[in-house]
């Protein structure tokens, strides 16, 4: 997990340096994780780059958890909390990745806007 978030937040930042070199402007990207809880190796390096990253408005990063699993291994990951997947409620957490993302590249670069409520998660 810590290896593939490191690789995620490379590819990013190496497609953000593109873009600027290129003079085009792009919205926040988005790394979604989908996860049962348990990192398989470190995660504390992603973690300090992530809440940077977040902080800096460089990405937006939510993790979701399926099957009952065990938000503590991650919960420092991300200045978010991760989200509990509710049941198998798969194809509601698309519609609503879906939407999201149609809110955002509606928008102005740069601009806030309001997601979808969340109803496909526990909480």
Known sequence: MGAAL????A?????????????IQYYRPWIFMLTDGNPT???????TILKM???NNGVAFFSVLVQDAD???IAGLSS??????????????FQWLSAGQKRV???MV???IALPPIEWSKV
Do not use: W
């Open 11 to 23: 590819l990013v930042n190496e497609r953000k340096t593109e873009y600027r070199v290129n003079g």
């Open 41 to 47: 190796d470190s995660v504390e390096a992603a973690g």
């Open 71 to 73: 938000p503590e291994p």
């Open 53 to 55: 990253e977040e902080q």
């Open 6 to 9: 490191m690789l995620g937040l």
């Open 110 to 112: 740069g601009a806030q």
């Open 80 to 93: 978010q909390p991760p989200i509990p997947l509710r049941g198998l409620a798969f194809r509601e957490l």
């Open 105 to 107: 590249s509606g928008s």
